[in-house]
């Protein structure tokens, strides 16, 4: 495939229509109650309280694409995927072969996008206006990217990697791929990464990559390229679509919005933030009149770290009570939290969830280092109830 940015032809397929309205928001077919928060690229949203489970069942995993989708892939086990460049042998694997030659591994990966939580950026910042329901960690099952690369040998000159998928452009192009990312070696070679072909025990589903795709947790999920047909080793930092610029890029000393951007003060967006959501009850739940114990649950994760406390409020802040965190199944889960929190009185409350991650960061009130693309906002997540009338 040589160093060119192309991808396999395929044709495009009708763009997806949506269902009934959910709250304002439309809803997508096949995905329980997800919000459609955009159509051209299709993207939709978790409602926090969707995920509850330990494992996120397909139905309510989120929805990412930065193209449009491609027509259903015939023969799945025929499908390849391309590794070269800085390597000392290129290989072209078909689906089959990778079942076959490379040992199975099945691990419980978190990813998130990395504009989810943009929405609480003030000024608002440019991109799909994600709350915190751009994330999920159903259970994956493929061959370790690791694993791979050690059959094709990287080169000492391999720094970055960069990947391909076959999903069209926004426009219907196929000349160009819709976005080409890519992580420093020393990332992709971490173990926890797979090239996956089921979720949750099943082919993965046209919708999230279908026949292969790769999952690299921790960071944007931009990333896992769907559809996956090609890893490109290179010896420099990747070029493709989706990479450089205000991209996937945060500024390394704070910024006035509205000021000018300069590119030397941006870095890109790896590791993403800690992040703790309130799973059960969900947003305006009310309970009955005398109710002075409400039992809570959530997930909390932070990126390439583990979480190591989560806390509840109902006083702003003032006071705070920890939760009972799970560690998490394998590196890369997320980690789940229950609670039995008191409460004064009947009367309305707002209940709010910092967690704080191994390095000794916690989530703030407000998301924070505001950037023109809203990457990386990772506020408190905050529910309101209502006990009595």
């Known amino acids: 495939m040589g160093g060119r940015d ?12 949506p269902g009934k309205a959910v709250s304002g928001k439309k809803a997508l077919p096949g995905k329980g109650r997800l919000a459609v928060i955009g159509e051209r690229p299709l993207v939709a949203e978790t409602p926090e309280s969707l995920l509850d489970d330990d494992t996120t069942p397909t139905s309510r995993f989120f929805v990412r694409n930065n193209g449009l989708l491609p027509e259903r892939i015939r023969q799945p086990e ?5 590794i070269d460049g800085e390597v000392d042998e ?26 989810n939580g943009r929405s609480f950026f003030s000024p608002r910042a440019k991109g ?3 709350t915190h329901g751009g994330a ?5 099952t493929g061959v370790r990217v690791a694993d791979v690369l050690a059959a094709a040998r990287l080169k000492r000159s391999a720094v970055f990697s960069g990947h391909y ?19 420093p070696i020393a990332k992709l070679l971490d173990d926890s990464n797979l090239i996956a072909w089921a979720i949750n025990g099943e082919p993965l589903p046209l919708l999230h990559g279908f026949p292969l795709r790769l999952v690299v947790p921790g960071w944007p999920a931009s990333i896992s390229t769907k559809w996956l047909t090609r890893i490109w080793i290179r010896n420099r930092y990747h070029d493709g679509p989706g990479m450089g610029g205000e991209n996937y890029r945060v500024p390394v000393k704070p910024i006035r919005p509205g000021d000018p951007i300069d590119p030397g003060n941006l870095t890109d967006l790896e590791s993403m933030p800690v992040r703790s959501i309130i799973s059960r009850p969900a947003d305006l739940a009310r309970f009955a009149a005398g109710t002075r114990v409400i039992d809570l649950r959530g997930a909390a994760w932070a990126g390439d770290d583990t979480v190591t406390r989560v806390d509840l409020s109902i006083d702003g802040g003032a006071t705070w009570q920890a939760v009972d965190l799970s560690p998490p199944r394998n590196r890369h889960d997320w980690q ?10 009947d009367g309305y409350f707002e209940i709010l969830s910092r967690a704080t991650d191994s390095r ?8 924070t280092n505001w950037n023109p693309h809203g990457y990386g906002g990772n506020p408190m997540h905050r529910i309101s109830i209502r006990i009595g009338k």
């Open 90 to 115: 290129s290989l072209t694997l078909s689906l089959a072969e990778l079942k076959k030659n490379f040992a199975p591994v099945t691990a419980r990966l978190l990813l998130e996008c990395g504009g």
């Open 336 to 345: 789940r939290w229950t609670a039995s929190l008191p409460f004064p009185s």
């Open 165 to 183: 998928g076959c999903d069209p452009t926004v426009s219907g192009g196929t000349r160009k791929p819709a976005m080409s990312r890519g992580v």
């Open 360 to 367: 000794g960061v916690m989530q703030p009130f407000h998301a």
């Open 128 to 130: 799909v206006q994600w």
């Open 78 to 82: 025929r499908w390849t995927l391309t």
């Open 6 to 17: 192309t991808v396999p032809t395929v044709r495009t397929k009708r763009a997806v229509r």
């Open 136 to 140: 999920g960690c159903p259970e994956w």
